[in-house]
């Protein structure tokens, strides 16, 4: 549909109200058939298409959507947002959507550099699979008239359509399990202030630790888990407590790290759970990673990836949608990580 073409330009060139023109054009009454057909034929030779004609178009042919993941992110085996992706790929193909991946490279990322499929306007939309750069998000949106969700992310401060898991109150819940089990010494593993996700996390463990009216203490409470540069843990070394410091459990920010701090504990003689407890966050680790089933927080994908597929999808036709950020609740997944301490000294 030609944009410059209105209803009231029909009507100006025809010399009737742009009313009489809706009227005309959506078959309703008050317009002699004459009329009509004559105002149907300036429409049609002016190229004119009514806007509902062209969201049903447009929601019928076959969409692309371009899927973009930070570089940094690539998991050399298996990684959450590959899961991510799948299961992204998976939902769009059941809507009769195509997806094209496109890993962005640091030096790109850091740039602003925008992808190629925004380039050679290969695609409908954008979803922005986990963190990227706030100023690579505003080059993106501010350089293209292409329509963006982000999924597990939310852009910091930029004003963004994004779908993100319950990070604060589901963290808050996995804290209060262990608190409601006696534990009242605990710890929280991951490096506050190099995610959104990571942070809001850690809030959530302090909000229950607030309840129970036990301080938290960032200079023995909180154990980094990765650089803060680059958000990577694969050669960050963890460090545990000393012996007379040692909680009796971890709170960490996702399965990964549980699973690094597992093994860590056992190189050091310390037992999960007989010894010390351990949750994590995502309800995510491929075969062989852990030995011990974890008490987690499931984050779930298939409802977080409908949901930005959603809003895009909306977005992309013209159609409504609420706006904005949209919290995806998940759910505890009890394992075996966790000693019940009350029980015990029932």
Known sequence: MSKSVRLSDIAAMMGVSAVTVSKALSG???????????????????GYRQPSAVRRMQRERQCVIGVLIAARYEDRQ??????????????ALQKGCLTSLEMIAREQEESGGLPTLAAERRV???????????DYLRALTEKTDVPTVCLDGTGGARELDCVITDNYYGMYRMTRFLLERGHRKLCYVGTVGS?????????????????????????R??????????????????????????????????????????????EQGYRVPEDVSVVGFDHYLYPGLCDIALTTYEV????????????????????????????????????DSVRDIMETRA
């Open 300 to 335: 779930d994908m298939k409802e977080m990836t409908g949901r930005a597929l959603y809003i895009l999808r909306q977005k992309i036709a013209g159609e409504y949608y609420k706006k904005g950020v949209s919290i995806i609740a998940g759910r505890l997944i009890e394992g």
């Open 28 to 46: 309703k009454k008050g317009v002699s058939e004459e009329l009509r057909a004559l105002i149907q034929a300036k429409a049609d030779e002016l």
């Open 78 to 91: 298996a990684s959450f947002y590959w899961k991510m992706y799948q299961e992204l790929t998976a939902r």
């Open 221 to 266: 409470q909180v154990i980094d888990d990765r650089n803060l540069e680059d958000g990577l843990t694969e050669d960050y070394v963890l460090r545990l407590p000393a012996p007379a410091d040692m909680p009796t459990g971890f709170v960490c920010n996702c399965d990964r790290t549980a699973a690094k701090l597992i093994g860590l504990l056992g």
């Open 124 to 134: 409908d939309g954008f979803i922005v699979i986990g963190p990227v750069r706030e």
């Open 195 to 219: 995610t959104e996700s990571i942070t809001d996390r850690y809030f959530g463990f302090c909000r229950a630790m607030s309840e129970y009216r036990l301080p938290v203490d960032p200079a």
